[in-house]
């Protein structure tokens, strides 16, 4: 197939279907506006753990969660939840935004907008991680 | 030895069946409501990462193409390109693409550039083809050495690989229940795949198959689809980002860092470049047979829960 259609193509097919599923409503961020929910997306990544106490936060696509094994956060990914812990992050606020710098190539940052008790919360974590 | 062969790129010519096919998946969730999920940036990463594996293959190509005709100069035999020579080649090759994937879930070498395949938390067209941009330096090439050296030339082996990669395309998907029960005994489909993308424990390093499930139940690893229990998408640890620049790279990255941890000895170095992904020098992580010990011991209530995580 000649370069120039190939490109045409891809360039087109993309971002036809980014414009179809976005009119269609498929781009939203999955929310946790109940405990219950960011309990379940903890524990699809650390099933391991014992979950002592979930802190939904102003920020709806995020919450703070209290393990046995660790405290961290789970966020929305799209969709779907991802969760970190917090040993070893790095955090620095930026006017109502908390930045999270997790070792991790994979998940590295993450910005979350958090009231003062919220953030005070989640650096708290921060200072006790291991 | 011939060298005049040529077969056309099957892959290239299939992307507008891709785009058409995916077009109609989304279209019948949207219209129906059932048969898989789409999220725009998961879809647009997966695209982007079929895309830059077609661009790294028109880059990099030259280098396995290069290494098949050097063997192609050196062996003495030729089977021609007759009709059974390219199904034959095409059965072999399905076996040697068997045995590469199970590889790549096994070497971490190989892992890291096979694991973005995986790392979208959705199942649909969108997801096969996120592949990878790094398969050239896992070296994996050397697996097709073999068919080459019996005889199959190399252009032939490059298309019934693409034809390979075609056939996966449409298993990707959830629109599609189960095939009828002779399909399903002898060929991978949707069901057998789905149990693939699945980071449940049960369903973790299974069903390895292209085209033919049976290499699957011939070699151990065949797992069916259990309708009690869904498969949940994505890697044990979720990617955070759909920046495909790091999708493509995040386990070479951490790979590098392990490699050059102070302190370590040269096998613990090896292992973290060859053992299986999730060995770790000192037990912090979890390989997939401890993941699936672990979830076997909670399930039986058989309580052995690690001691708190350490720092990274």
Same mark, same amino acid.
């Given at each position: ?7 045409? #193509? ?9 414009? $179809?599923?976005?009119? +269609?409503? $498929? ?51 799209? &969709? ?6 917090? +040993?070893? &992050?790095? +955090? ?17 940052? #993450?910005? $979350? ?9 989640? #650096? ?7 | ?28 969730? /949207? ?15 997966? *695209? ?11 880059? /990099? ?11 192609? !100069?050196?062996?003495? *035999? ?26 790549? =879930? ?39 050495? %073999? ?7 190399? !252009? ?8 390979? *990669? ?13 095939? %009828? ?8 489909? %949707?069901?057998? =795949?789905?149990? =693939? ?19 699957? @139940? /011939? ?10 229990? @869904? ?22 990255? !951490?790979?590098?860092?392990? *490699? ?16 299986? %992904?999730?060995?770790? =020098? ?6 997939? !047979?401890?993941? @699936? ?20």
């Amino acid at each position: 197939m000649p370069l120039e259609i190939l490109i045409a #193509l891809v360039v087109g097919g993309i971002a036809g279907i980014a414009a $179809l599923t976005h009119v +269609a409503g $498929l781009s939203r961020r999955r929310t946790f506006d109940a405990a219950d929910k960011a309990r379940t997306g903890w524990l699809r990544e650390f099933p391991d753990d014992r979950v002592t106490s979930v802190t939904l936060l102003s920020d709806p696509h995020a919450a703070l969660v209290e393990a046995d094994l660790g405290a961290g956060l789970v966020w929305a990914m799209g &969709a779907d939840t991802v969760a970190r812990r917090l +040993a070893g &992050a790095r +955090a620095a606020r930026r006017g109502d935004r908390l930045i999270l710098r997790f070792p991790d190539w994979g998940a590295p940052r #993450l910005a $979350l907008r958090v009231t003062e008790a919220e953030a005070h919360a989640i #650096l708290s974590h921060l200072k006790e991680a291991p | 030895m011939s060298a005049t062969v040529s077969f056309p790129d099957v892959v290239q010519w299939a992307v507008p069946l891709f785009i058409a096919a995916i077009l109609a998946e989304l279209v019948w969730i /949207l219209w129906s409501g059932r048969g898989g999920r789409y999220e725009t940036r998961d879809a647009v990463t997966s *695209l982007i990462m079929g895309a830059g594996n077609v661009a790294s293959g028109i880059l /990099l190509g030259f280098i396995a193409w290069g290494f098949f005709m050097a063997l192609w !100069a050196v062996t003495p *035999l030729d089977l021609g390109t007759s009709w059974w020579v390219i199904l034959l080649c095409f059965v072999l090759d399905d076996l040697r693409y068997y045995w590469v994937h199970r590889f790549g =879930h096994r070497i971490r070498w190989v892992w890291a550039s096979h694991v973005n395949h995986h790392s979208s938390q959705h199942y649909n067209l969108t997801t096969a083809l996120r592949q990878t941009w790094t398969g050239t330096f896992t070296f994996m090439m050397v697996v097709r050495a %073999p068919l080459i050296l019996m005889g199959f030339h190399p !252009a032939m082996v490059l298309f019934v690989g693409g034809l390979n *990669l075609i056939y996966q395309f449409w298993i990707h998907t959830e629109a599609i229940g189960r095939m %009828p029960r002779l399909f399903e005994a002898v060929m991978n489909t %949707p069901s057998h =795949h789905r149990v =693939h993308h699945g980071r449940n424990a049960r369903y973790l390093d299974a069903n390895y198959a292209g085209v033919f499930i049976v290499w699957d @139940k /011939l070699f151990g690893t065949f797992v069916p689809e259990d309708d009690a229990e @869904k498969p949940d998408y994505g890697l044990v640890q979720n990617l955070g980002t759909f920046n495909p620049i790091r999708v493509a790279f995040h386990e070479w990255v !951490a790979l590098f860092r392990d *490699l050059l941890r102070p302190g370590l000895t040269l096998r613990q170095r090896l292992m973290y470049a060859l053992g299986p %992904p999730g060995w770790s =020098h000192d037990g912090s992580r979890l390989t997939s !047979a401890e993941i @699936k010990r672990r979830a076997l011991a909670r399930e039986t209530g058989a309580g052995n829960r690690p001691a708190r995580m350490p720092a990274e």
